[in-house]
Nanobody
């Protein structure tokens, strides 16, 4: 079983930056994907960014060029650097762990990101 602990998030002005972290512990399989989903009120849940152990990445079109995902395999930790934040990025971000991006098996507790002036 895998446990995820998220950190980061908070309140930032439009155009600002935030960094999210997600650390995995427990039984970590070598083949895995980690990253973040988000779901704003009234919208479908979307994959924000994901990264495999081999550093293959996938981003939502809405965040390409602004967000960068990375990982430290030795620490089983992933990071999401979010730059040029917009008010529409405001919502709760959930870290995930799974075999693929589209089938998360474990979720973090969620962290609130608020972009507002």
């Amino acid at each position: 079983q895998v446990q995820l602990v998220e950190s980061g998030g908070g309140l930032v002005q439009p155009g600002g930056s935030l960094r999210l972290s997600c650390a995995a512990s427990g039984t970590i399989f070598r083949i895995n994907a980690m990253g973040w989903y988000r779901q704003a009120p009234g919208k479908q849940r979307e994959l924000v960014a994901g990264i495999t152990r081999d550093s293959y990445t996938n981003y939502a079109d809405s965040v390409k060029g602004r967000f960068t995902i990375s990982r430290d395999n030795a620490r089983n930790t992933v990071y999401l650097q979010m730059n040029s934040l917009k008010p529409e990025d405001t919502t709760v971000y959930y870290c995930f762990y799974g075999v693929t991006f589209n089938h998360p098996a474990t979720w973090g507790q969620g962290t609130q990101v608020t972009v507002s002036s």
